[in-house]
């Protein structure tokens, strides 16, 4: 049980600090900040994967990771829904839910809309 509590310590500490943002009235993080607690919320999600090449992968492609959730980070419309999408997340994740499989495609492709959206809209400009 150690060793699974070691296992999830970084997606337990990245929620801390989103928790803590969110306990205090007007201390929402920018969507800078907002982006970086976002990267390591998903790296937290691939170390959990215990997949070396995996890892290896998202590190490489960290920078463009990075863009991808400042633009999808600008369309939420609040911390809070921002928030509530993660710990969503995090509380199929930590139990090892089956379910959590469909609802990080579902987070993916949600993600993956909103990029295409704001392409073609920044296309037309």
Do not use: C
Not at 51 to 79: G, R
């Amino acid at each position: 049980m150690a060793n699974r509590s070691f296992h999830f310590r970084p997606l337990f500490e990245v929620m801390e600090v989103l928790e803590q943002r969110l306990s205090v009235p007007g201390n929402a993080p920018s969507s800078a900040e907002t982006s970086v607690l976002d990267i390591q919320f998903h790296r937290s999600l691939v170390m959990m994967a215990d997949n070396s090449p995996l890892l290896a992968a998202w590190n490489t492609m960290a920078n463009v990771f990075q863009a991808i959730l400042e633009i999808t980070n600008m369309t939420s419309a609040t911390y809070r829904q921002f928030y509530d999408s993660h710990r969503r997340l995090a509380d199929l994740v930590i139990p090892r839910n089956p379910d959590s499989a469909d609802e990080l495609t579902r987070h993916i492709v949600n993600a993956q809309e909103i990029i295409i959206d704001r392409l073609e809209k920044n296309m037309k400009s």
